[in-house]
């Protein structure tokens, strides 16, 4: 797990909490318009409570957000929460917008943080159909000789989750025993959230048995879909992260309760989506009401939080030392 030595690392609650989605707060990461246009969409929310806000200057907010590319704010912030590992997830948008470096620039910033923050990170690094050969032969490197620890899709930059053109890197993922993350749910907001309903992910699961897929948010959107497939494929996980945006009217706690007592609890990991909730909440307080609160586990073994909480992502993240 990239050099992971659990005694070193920050614990909570008595185990190593183990964050299942977290992305690299920068522009070169995160195209400029996906905030763009995040920004008037909380714009457009607030004015509908007669709250008025400047489209430019929640951009800057935002901006300002997303200005961490060596990841020293967010280790900050795990320290805080107590969160020892997390799962960095390296989408590829460059088939859908501009993007603001090569493949190879962009992957050498994930590796510095790698280096800089010793055991803290896994990498997911993003693939896509339309990817060349180069991109393949990159992608091999990354995963055989870089330390990077699996692949990420996000199906919504205009492609599904099962499209054929994917078979090399699933079956290079079956050779190393590295898993895959697809984005189920909503999205940045430019793109066709279409392809990312859960469903479209299970042929590529029945097609390859040997590689570990985990529905990205699956624990919050479309989760009754994510759950009915891990359920029944041996092979499929759903995480948590964005779960405080649930859409449920008895509030996020309620909704992972819900979900954590659904029976797939050797199948969920609990992730939290960070930094995208940074203008609303700190990952301290997040982590502190899932982990110390009354509610979240309300109901839920002992055995069942501990897996939900690191067990199932470390089983996941050290199968290629097996």
Not at 85 to 90: G, L, N, P
Not at 262 to 283: A, C, D, N
């Amino acid at each position: 797990m990239n050099g992971l030595t659990e005694g070193s690392l920050p614990t909570r609650a008595g185990q190593l909490l183990i964050d299942g989605q977290v992305t690299l707060a920068s522009t070169v990461t995160t195209p400029q318009v996906f905030l763009e246009y995040q920004a008037v969409n909380a714009v457009e929310r607030l004015s509908a409570f007669g709250i008025t806000g400047s489209v430019e200057k929640m951009t800057e907010r935002l901006l300002r957000l997303y200005s961490d590319p060596q990841a020293d704010r967010l280790v900050a912030e795990m320290d805080a929460a107590g969160v020892g590992h997390a799962i960095v997830m390296a989408p590829s948008y460059r088939h859908a917008v501009t993007v603001a470096a090569s493949q190879e620039d962009i992957a050498e910033l994930y590796r510095e943080i790698i280096r800089r923050h010793p055991g803290r990170f896994t990498v997911f690094w993003g693939v896509d159909p339309r990817d060349n050969e180069d991109d393949f032969l990159l992608t091999q490197t990354l995963l055989q000789e870089k330390g990077f620890g699996g692949l990420k899709l996000y199906p919504p930059c205009g492609y599904s989750p099962s499209d054929e053109r994917l078979d090399r890197y699933f079956a290079l993922c079956a050779e190393l025993h590295l898993p895959v993350c697809s984005h189920s749910g909503p999205g940045w907001g430019p793109l066709d959230f279409g392809y990312a309903r859960p469903l479209l992910l299970d042929s590529a699961a029945r097609r390859f048995p040997g590689v570990d897929f985990i529905f990205g948010h699956g624990a919050v959107f479309g989760t009754a879909e994510c759950v009915a497939i891990a359920a029944h494929r041996p092979n499929v996980y759903l995480e948590s992260s964005g779960f405080s945006s649930a859409p449920n009217a008895d509030g996020w706690p309620a909704h992972l309760n819900t979900t954590f007592r659904l029976g797939v609890q050797h199948k969920m990991i609990f992730g939290t989506g960070w930094p995208s909730y940074r203008l609303t909440e700190s990952m301290a307080s997040l982590c502190a009401a899932v982990v110390d609160g009354d509610e979240v586990f309300n109901d839920v073994s002992d055995a069942a939080r501990a897996l939900i909480l690191g067990g199932n992502a470390r089983r996941l993240l050290t199968q290629a030392d097996r």
